[in-house]
């Protein structure tokens, strides 16, 4: 199953994309995604109920969240409401060894996004600060990446062993599906999103 | 002066209102500007001839912020505008905007830290009746240094 990971609808403060929109846009277009995971930022949007929509137009849609921590931005999966109540989502200076902590002994699985951006990805964080305990997979394909991007996430996951996801990082609907992640089988919920990225068995998609 | 203390001390507290006269050659100025074309905001011979929706969305008050408000850094910039519309504006009316901070958060990109400052304009007109909102995302980058010009 392919999934994009991480986009963002109108939710996000600059997300200007109507989660309709998106689907309409990945059927008209016939894109390979076959759902895609809402992370909006630095909040978990517990309010919408997008289960008329994946009926409607045959995909899955899931919800998880990015936060901020000291080491960049970090998409979380799985969220629920013991995570909720153990950080902040709207805390900006979140530290990232307990995001990911906290996200692993709440059920859900926490990866660094965009590594290789600048102030916002955790390669800058690591070459001045060293690494962080408890990183298993990083996100090494993303939509918005500007050159180099991706390819410095591609050596940090080389070099420390990390598995890769892909998510397009959309905030505008022509922008969903540009990268993505193939599982191995069908994720049904959240729960087996996270069972998914914990197993290792998957691999990050860019389409140009 | 962390978000918090913006949110208890700033937000929500009206610090202008500012007199906006609408007239026929103000509509057709700014519709002209947007190359709209709908004759219900372009032609002042159609029935229902009105400002376009988004017409409120180029008004500034008296003020951007209010009096003694944190400087917050030196640089920042423009992060767009969200129009609400709730009724019409036409040729005489008067419309009144009372200014207020209506959000102020923080998140963190390409360019660091930043503190992202809602300016809400609530434009009623001379019946009080609602207009629209107009919300003013500003953004000011507290660990920016001041931008260096050339002489």
Known sequence: ??????????KSDDGRARVETYCGWIRKRELQIEGFVLTEHRQFDDESDYRPLEHEFGLRILKGSEVETDYG???????????????????????????LEEAKRCGGVAVPCHPGRPRVGMCAHFAERGAVDGVRVIETRNGGSRNGEDAAALALAEKFGY????GSDAHLVSQIGRCATRFEGAIRNEDDLVRAIRSGKFEAIRWT | MDVEAIKKNWLNREFDVAEFPITQERILAYVHACGETDPRFSDPE??????PPTFTAQYVGRR????????????GFDAGKTVVLHGPARPGDTL??????ADAYEKTGRSGRMVFLVHRMEFVNQKDERVSTV?????RQPDQEPEKREK
């Open chain 1, 73 to 99: 931005h970090v998409l979380v999966f799985g969220v629920n409401d013991r995570m909720r109540a153990a950080f902040d989502f709207a805390d900006i200076d979140l530290p990232l060894g307990l995001v």
């Open chain 2, 96 to 101: 009144f905007a009372h200014s207020k901070i």
């Open chain 1, 1 to 10: 199953m392919i999934l994009d990971l991480h986009t963002h609808s109108i």
């Open chain 2, 135 to 139: 919300d003013w995302r500003m953004v």
């Open chain 2, 64 to 75: 951007i912020l209010p009096r003694d408000f944190p400087m917050l850094g030196f640089r």
């Open chain 1, 163 to 166: 598995r890769g996801i892909g």
């Open chain 2, 46 to 51: 159609h029935p229902e001839f009105q400002a």
